[in-house]
C-alpha cells in the first residue's frame, strides 16, 4: 500500500530552541493532515493543507504543503515544554482513508 | 464536544482469551477505524467501517476481526489473544472517508499475558 515516511524519530532540544519534523511521500497526495500526541493522551487534530505550497501557520507553529504535493514539514519556533509528544503526519492519496507517518517523538530539556 | 468514547483505558487479558475492545462515536460519522500504536511503528491500520455491516481489512488485519451493526459502534474481536497483541488501540471517525478530520478515542492499552 501506499506509504508516508515522517523523520525523525525522535528528536531532544533545548527549551526555546526550534525544531522540524518531516514528511515524505513516493505518490503525489491529495492532502496532507497533522495530529498531535501528548504524552498518555490520543492524537488531536492540528491543521489540514491542500493546496500545493501552502503555508500555514498557528503562533509557533508553521505547517508546509511541498509544490509536488510528495512532502511536508513542521516546524515549531522557540520550543516550550507544552510542545511535548508525538506529531504525526497523515495523508490521503486520491479518496482513500489516511494514511498514518510513523511519527516524531519531541522531548524538551528545560 | 464530539466525542469518541472507548469502553476501557487498560486491559489484561490471558492467552487464549477473546477480547472485545469497543468504541462509540456520538458525532453520526460513517467511518471507524481501528488502529494499534507501537514505539517506533506509529498508527497502524488494522479494520475500518465506511458503513454499517460493511468493513474493509486494513494493513495489519491477521489474528482480528471487527463487527458494526449500529452506525455509531465499531467493535474489535481479538478471537484468541496472543502476546504480540500487547498493544495501544485506538478508534476513530471521520465524516468521509478521506480528507476530513480524524477523531481518535483515547486509546486502550491491552496487555496479554
Known amino acids: 500500500g501506499q506509504q508516508v515516511m515522517q523523520i525523525p524519530q525522535y528528536q531532544h532540544v533545548q527549551e526555546g530552541e526550534d525544531f522540524t519534523t518531516y514528511c515524505n511521500s513516493s505518490t503525489t497526495l491529495s492532502n496532507i493532515q497533522w495530529y498531535k500526541q501528548r504524552p498518555g493522551g490520543h492524537p488531536v487534530f492540528l491543521i489540514q493543507l491542500v493546496k500545493s505550497g501552502e503555508v500555514k501557520k498557528q503562533k509557533r507553529l508553521t505547517f508546509q504543503f511541498g509544490e509536488a504535493k510528495k512532502n511536508s514539514s513542521l516546524h515549531i519556533t522557540a520550543t516550550q515544554t507544552t510542545d511535548v509528544g508525538t506529531y504525526f503526519c497523515?495523508?490521503?492519496?486520491?479518496?482513500?482513508?489516511?494514511?498514518f507517518g510513523t511519527g516524531t517523538r519531541l522531548t524538551i530539556i528545560p | 464536544d464530539v466525542k469518541v468514547t472507548q469502553s476501557s483505558r487498560y486491559l489484561v487479558k490471558r492467552t487464549g482469551e477473546k477480547v472485545f475492545l469497543e468504541c462509540v462515536q456520538d458525532?453520526?460519522?460513517?467511518?471507524m477505524f481501528w488502529y494499534r500504536q507501537d514505539p517506533g511503528l506509529g498508527l497502524r491500520l488494522i479494520y475500518f467501517?465506511?458503513?454499517?455491516?460493511?468493513?474493509e481489512k486494513g494493513d495489519i488485519p491477521e489474528g482480528y476481526s471487527v463487527s458494526r451493526e449500529k452506525k455509531e459502534r465499531f467493535s474489535l474481536i481479538l478471537e484468541s489473544a496472543s502476546t504480540n497483541q500487547t498493544s495501544m488501540y485506538l478508534c476513530?471517525?471521520?465524516?468521509?472517508?478521506?480528507?476530513?478530520?480524524?477523531?481518535f478515542g483515547q486509546g486502550t492499552r491491552l496487555t496479554v499475558v
Open positions: 458525532m453520526d460519522h460513517e467511518n
Open positions: 476513530a471517525s471521520t465524516i468521509l472517508l478521506a480528507n476530513t478530520e480524524a477523531f
Open positions: 497523515a495523508g490521503s492519496f486520491g479518496n482513500e482513508k489516511l494514511t
Open positions: 467501517s465506511y458503513d454499517v455491516k460493511m468493513k
